[in-house]
């Protein structure tokens, strides 16, 4: 998986603005952050995941797009019974979910195409208009899928907990003191997460 075209820009710079940070890019050499391609499934995927174990979120998306014939689109779910979409293993409210996020794209009220001229915040405002997408899901998908650089989601626990310990010597804070500790680190926040959240489990996840 290639890296952002930024990826050894923002590290140079971001080791040079905080060597705190310097101490774990160091320790973590030869990974990166890549995209997880498609918009729509990566999507339905974290709508699917919601409120479930990994290992169950895995077991119902494999279900999922056996149902829907193997690849998740937009057409696929809206041609799939609701009740199918229910014994693969989505509670109502999920359905309902993914079904109103397989509308909006088919009818471009959601269209990826806009995103690149969009900044951040407008994308994340275009994306929790749909029910069942917070503002963590969407920073998720800025960081994940649209590889936007300048992301902080104060409001995820792994980072929480990852400035607590090295910031805070293991001290609870708030959003605004993680604000400020993160404020050097712009304009590669999202590079910062990720390797924060590194340093508190070397497998990246996906979201």
């Given amino acids: 998986m290639e890296a952002p075209p930024y990826w050894q820009r923002a590290k140079r710079e971001l080791a040079r603005a905080d060597p705190i940070l310097a101490t774990i890019m160091r320790a973590r050499r030869g990974i990166a952050l890549g995209s997880r391609g498609d918009a729509f499934q990566t999507l339905a995927c974290s709508i699917v995941g919601q409120q479930i174990s990994v290992k169950a979120a895995a077991s119902v998306w494999q279900k999922v797009l056996a149902t829907v014939g193997g690849t998740l689109t937009p057409v696929n779910i809206a041609a799939t019974a609701i009740a199918d979409l229910r014994a693969a293993g989505l509670s109502q ?35 929790t208009a ?19 650089p300048d992301i902080l989601p104060v409001a995820d626990v792994g980072l929480q907990r ?10 609870v804070m708030s959003e605004r003191t993680l604000r400020r500790i993160a404020e050097p680190w712009a304009p590669w926040r999202s590079v910062a997460t990720w390797y924060l959240w590194r340093s508190l489990d070397p497998v990246p996840v996906e979201y």
């Fill in 93 to 127: 409210r999920k359905v309902e979910y993914v079904r109103e996020l397989a509308d909006r794209f088919a009818s471009r009220r959601l269209d990826p195409t806009r995103w690149d001229a969009m900044d951040d915040e407008a994308i994340i405002a275009d994306l």
């Fill in 130 to 148: 749909v029910r069942g997408i917070g503002r963590w899901t969407a920073e998720m998908f800025l960081i994940f899928n649209l590889l936007r």
């Fill in 162 to 171: 990852a400035v607590s310990l090295h910031y805070r010597r293991g001290r």
